[in-house]
């Protein structure tokens, strides 16, 4: 089969034949239907991340969706042609095994959970990771109806967290340096818009969640949160923050980190999309040009939502 494989940091992907998976004994082999082109592949590539993958070379690909073709002897719940999806995870397929930027990939059948009617591809992809990442957040940080919380960064998972939070009837206030996107931003019924998220400094906010992660942008959640608030941390922009530990510990702030999400998070957002509660932006690429789309990542030209490559 084709796979795009990293072999080395700072080295581009390489499109390679290689042997179909096998199923073991509780694997599960999937065809692929759509793979999720995610920021974090970038820092694969580029040497950032590249020390959490399990091995080198290995097939990227971490937000996964497509059809059981092959069952382990001790696999249960699961069928032959079954739509599914693999949740992402740092020991999953992508990070810690091969994984979906490829006709194939296997997984553990703890791993895979089913794919509910009705959602196209290329939201299923993306729903694995973005939304899973974005939804689990929330609940890190109690986000419940009533809540006032604030969002920094409205791309692709924050966009998905308006959506989640509106929807638990949270009041939401949304910073976002591109102007360019306010429109798509307001029309999810944002209680507040603005660049900085310190301009809603008067509004007490009792969570904002920081989808961004720049360092400033940290600072300026801890500094505008309210007394006893929750700050979590999601982005991953840069690796270190100059922040105030005064406002920290005079506000009595709760600093949170929040990474990924369980299977049940995935299925709850899987279920909200199966409602036509919620959705991704996306624009649909090719398998062929998994490569080319990644560097469109590096390069800052991908605006459009989410990538994900999905087959014909």
Not at 36 to 43: E, K, S
Not at 47 to 60: A, E, R
Not at 77 to 86: H, L, R, S, T, W
Not at 137 to 161: D, E, M, P, Q
């Amino acid at each position: 089969m084709k796979a795009w494989r990293l072999t080395a940091a700072k080295e581009p992907l390489q499109l390679f034949d290689i042997p179909d998976p096998e199923a073991g004994a509780n694997e599960i082999v999937v065809d692929v239907k759509a793979a999720g082109i995610c920021h974090t592949d970038t820092g694969y590539l580029d040497g950032t991340l590249t020390s959490i993958l399990g091995f080198t070379p290995i097939t990227l690909g971490h937000e996964i969706a497509g059809v059981v073709s092959q069952l382990g002897k001790d696999v249960t719940g699961f069928e032959i042609g079954q739509k599914v999806v693999i949740p992402a995870s740092v020991p999953g397929p992508g990070t810690g095994t091969d994984g979906g930027f490829a006709d194939k990939v296997k997984a553990f059948d703890y791993q895979v959970i089913a794919l509910p009617d009705g959602i196209p591809w290329e939201q299923a992809a993306p729903a694995t990771d973005a939304g899973m990442t974005s939804y689990h957040a929330l609940k890190r940080g109690g986000v419940k109806a009533g809540t006032r919380l604030g969002i920094i960064g409205a791309g692709g998972l924050g966009s998905l967290a308006i959506q989640f939070a509106k929807g638990l009837g949270a009041e939401v206030y949304v910073a976002e340096t591109n102007r360019d996107a306010w429109d798509r931003i307001s029309a999810l019924g944002v209680d507040g818009l603005v660049e900085n998220i310190r301009e809603f400094a008067d509004k007490e906010l009792e969570v904002i969640v920081d989808y961004a992660g720049f360092g400033t942008t940290t600072d300026d959640a801890i500094e505008t949160v309210g007394v006893n608030g929750t700050v979590v941390q999601v982005g991953m922009g840069v690796d270190r923050a100059d922040i105030s530990t005064t406002a920290i510990m005079l506000k009595q702030v709760n600093l949170l980190g929040s990474l990924g999400g369980t299977n049940e998070d995935a299925a709850e957002v899987l279920e909200l999309m199966a409602a036509g509660k919620v959705s991704s932006e996306v624009e649909v690429v090719s398998f062929d040009d998994i490569d080319e789309s990644i560097k469109r990542f590096e390069r800052g030209d991908a605006t459009k939502g989410r990538l994900v490559a999905v087959r014909d």
